[in-house]
Antibody, heavy 120, light 110 residues
Framework: QLHLQESGPGLVKPSETLSLTCTVS??????????WGWIRQPPGKGLEWIGS???????YYNPSLKSRVTVSVDTSKSYFSLRLSSLTAADTAIYYC????????????WGQGTTVTVSS | QSALTQPASVSGSPGQSITISCTGT?????????VSWYQQSPGKAPQLMIY???KRPSGVSNRFSGSKSGNTASLTISGLQAEDEATYYC??????????FGGGTKLTVL
């Protein structure tokens, strides 16, 4: 059974860069039908799609975050990563990783989420 | 890309049916069938309930159904149960391998 697990710092300072990793287990990160995505949820607010990556390394981003976001994949270690730069308090959120089934554009497996607080 | 529009809240009594709308534009919901719906309970990760507008993943109750008309997608829950109380989000493909979510609808079972 596919399992995704986020990891990274819970607290980061304003203006710094956030780095999160999502480890994929119980399945292949190189499956041709899958993208691997990041979604975030500020406290008390809705979901926001951040971006996703294909096993080939091709990445796609939310236009509103594109200038600050990099999503990458390491197939040899079965994980994918998120980097978000120039952090502000508005980036405080629960960050989820998820598998996006390519044919349907639907996220069918989610990690449990990791809380990131941006504060000095 | 702008967030899809959902009502902030809906409510219904056990056994009733409710429908949650998700309004987009001719550039997203109106063009693509790739609308998905997610259920999120407090403190939990979202769970996929509907994909490709009308399809249910294995294990999701057939009380959940999806539809689309023009620029609006809808999620209908029939035979409402207390366990259905949650926040529901729609999500649409918007081209160029990008997605956009709706603002979410909190369902209260009275």
């Amino acid at each position: 059974q596919l399992h995704l697990q986020e990891s990274g710092p819970g607290l980061v300072k304003p203006s710094e860069t956030l780095s999160l990793t999502c480890t994929v287990s119980g399945g292949s990160i190189s499956r041709t039908n899958d993208y691997w995505g990041w979604i975030r949820q500020p406290p008390g607010k809705g979901l926001e799609w951040i971006g996703s990556v294909y096993y080939s390394g091709a990445a796609y981003y939310n236009p509103s975050l594109k200038s600050r976001v990099t999503v990458s994949v390491d197939t040899s270690k079965s994980y994918f990563s998120l980097r978000l730069s120039s952090l502000t308090a508005a980036d405080t959120a629960i960050y989820y990783c998820a598998r996006e089934e390519a044919t349907w554009g639907a996220m069918d497996v989610w990690g449990q989420g990791t809380t990131v607080t941006v504060s000095s | 890309q702008s967030a899809l529009t959902q009502p902030a809240s809906v409510s219904g009594s056990p056994g009733q049916s409710i429908t949650i709308s998700c309004t987009g534009t001719s550039s997203d919901v109106g063009t693509y069938t790739l609308v998905s719906w997610y259920q999120q309970s407090p403190g939990k990760a979202p769970q996929l309930m509907i994909y490709d507008g009308t399809k249910r993943p294995s294990g999701v109750s057939n009380r959940f159904s999806g539809s689309k008309s023009g620029n609006t997608a809808s999620l209908t829950i029939s035979g409402l149960q207390a366990e259905d109380e949650a926040t529901y989000y729609c999500c649409s493909y918007v081209g160029s391998n990008t997605l956009v979510f709706g603002g979410g609808t909190k369902l209260t079972v009275l």
